[in-house]
């Protein structure tokens, strides 16, 4: 199985989720994709509380639902919202297959990235597109590799990381994604926002690695781009051949024991 991916590292504009909404319907109806990547808080604009914007952000989900429905395609996206427990920022991927949510369960709490206000998710997520399997997470997500490790240990294809990192943690990231990609043996798609927004420089920088670690595609540090890979299910299973860490893994251990 093959399925094409774009990774639109695309500037939203703050506080306007119909017109964000407007910019994935435009790329659903023209894009030869069959999966399209947005940044976090893509829908919705990064900084931006969901307060007072509940619906235009659920028009905004709907109206990208339907025509995935239509067209045949997936979109990943990032956006915050408000939930039962309050505001959460969420990665939403919407699929003929069916919608799925994962809200962000590690939340920054430092200095630029804070995320006052916001409350952390409690679960994992996988999204579908024609049974191919895609684990999410979300920016300071990364740096806890239990949640990517999760994803692939239960079948994900592809894991997806959408981010708001600017240019000072742009080095950490290029040594954390390529250790994600090969310790999960799994696709990894990052996708990151890019230019000034909310008092920051973001990086740019999204990419593709392969299963093994390496780089496929790479976006522009400095303005909006769009890379684009193929995931192959038989050169994913080839590869887990090489490298067996995932049915290697002691599942037979309770690696959380207090003991120590």
């Not at 119909?18 to 829908?43: C, K, Q, T």
């Not at 997520?125 to 949640?147: R, W």
């Not at 240019?167 to 990894?188: D, G, H, M, W």
Request: charge should be negative; hydrophobic fraction near 40%.
């Amino acid at each position: 199985m093959r399925v094409d991916i774009a990774l639109c590292q695309t500037r939203p504009a703050p506080g306007c989720p119909d017109r964000n909404a407007e910019v994935i319907a435009g790329r659903i109806m023209s894009d030869d994709a069959d999966v399209l990547v947005y940044p976090e808080s893509f829908l919705t604009g990064y900084g931006v509380s969901p307060e007072g914007l509940e619906e235009d952000i659920s028009a905004g989900i709907t109206k990208i639902s339907d025509l995935c429905r239509k067209y045949d395609k997936a979109v990943a996206v990032g956006t915050a919202r408000m939930s039962d427990r309050g505001p959460v920022n969420s990665l939403l991927f919407l699929s003929p297959d069916g919608d799925t949510a994962y809200d962000k369960t590690h939340l920054a709490k430092f200095g630029i990235y804070a995320e006052d206000g916001f409350v952390a998710g409690n679960r994992p997520a996988l999204g579908s597109y024609h049974g191919l399997k895609f684990g999410m997470c979300i920016c300071y997500d990364i740096y806890f590799p239990e949640i990517l490790h999760g994803c692939s240990l239960r079948r994900a294809d592809v894991n997806l990381c959408v981010s708001a990192a600017a240019v000072q943690s742009a080095p950490c990231f290029a040594k954390i994604l390529p250790a994600r990609a090969l310790e999960n043996v799994t696709y990894l798609a990052f996708v990151n926002n890019v230019g000034p927004m909310a008092g920051l420089q973001m990086a740019g920088l999204s990419r593709a690695m392969s299963p093994l670690g390496d780089t496929i595609v790479q976006c522009s540090g400095d303005s909006e781009d769009t890379a684009r890979f193929t995931v192959n299910t038989e050169e994913l299973a080839r590869m887990r051949g090489i490298r067996r860490h995932l049915t290697d893994y002691r599942r037979d251990v309770d690696w959380l024991v207090q003991n120590f």
